[in-house]
């Protein structure tokens, strides 16, 4: 199983906690932030949230006075663990099309808070056709609820070339990630490799870890394959193996 750090987000479950630091970590900035919004074919609207994490290491602040949206429901499925660095579309949300754009995600951490834009429905907040492909990611706004973060499916990548190259016996380096919005909550997001194809039998050093050695037995060309589950969407990638008798 995967720490959240590499592939999910962890909740802590007390609103009454401040927010949590590692012993390493030096305490910096956090911002949530607005990312725009799309139009729906139903008339409803998709709201994009992110968030940058200047802190060296992941940081968890619990729902409560220092999570929280303004209006309405404080808690709406927001996250909770954020990981370093800026990751966009971390809390997708339909909402009807009567939205009168006040909806603000406020985030307190250190001795700082931060708020969302107040000025949701901007012209210049409409996201670009790029930005609006990924936001659209599993998201149907028919039949999703409305006005909650969305869980969506991991994303899971096999890094580097399309095709690999190895010998029998030595261990080919597989370099994965597996990246989640941290939904459900409370649920670790795992990872998983696996041969589909391929003359002999792959053995994986670490067969939980988007990042492992792999290990051919026959000469020929193989494909694995790394898939990521929240434990109610799975998402899959895989990449081709060719491997030379060995030396």
């Known amino acids: 199983m995967l720490t959240a750090g590499v592939v999910g987000l962890v909740v802590a479950t007390s609103s009454l906690l401040a927010p949590r630091l590692s012993a390493r970590q030096t305490t910096t900035s ?6 725009g919004f799309a139009y729906n074919d139903d008339g409803s609207l998709l709201l994009a949230f992110t968030y940058f994490n ?3 290491t992941t940081v968890t602040v619990p729902i409560g006075e220092h999570n929280m949206f303004l209006t309405g429901e404080p808690d709406r499925g927001q996250p909770t ?11 997708m949300m339909v909402v009807d099309g009567d939205f009168d754009g006040i909806l603000r995600w406020r985030l307190a951490f250190g001795d700082e808070t931060h708020l969302t834009s107040d000025s949701m429905l901007q012209y210049s ?13 599993d998201v149907d706004p028919a ?14 990548r ?3 070339l399309a095709e690999l190259t190895g010998t029998v016996g030595e261990g080919v380096k597989l370099f994965g990630s597996v990246r989640d919005e941290g939904l459900p909550r409370d649920v670790p997001v795992t ?27 026959t000469p020929g060309t ?4 790394l898939t990521g589950s929240d434990s109610v969407f799975e998402r899959s990638a895989s990449v081709t193996v060719v491997i030379e008798p060995a030396r």
């Open 125 to 137: 907040w409409e996201l670009d056709a790029g930005s609006e492909r990924r936001a659209r990611r």
């Open 191 to 217: 990872a998983a490799w696996r041969q589909t194809s391929g003359p002999g039998v792959v053995t994986f050093d670490r067969p939980d870890n988007p990042r492992t050695l792999a290990f051919f037995d």
């Open 143 to 156: 039949t999703a609820p409305r006005n909650v973060c969305l869980n969506r499916s991991p994303i899971v």
């Open 54 to 56: 200047h802190n060296r």
């Open 30 to 35: 956090l911002f949530p932030a607005y990312d």
């Open 222 to 225: 193989y494909t694995v394959e």
């Open 158 to 160: 096999v890094l580097g």
């Open 81 to 91: 663990t954020f990981l370093p660095g800026h990751h966009r579309f971390q809390c």
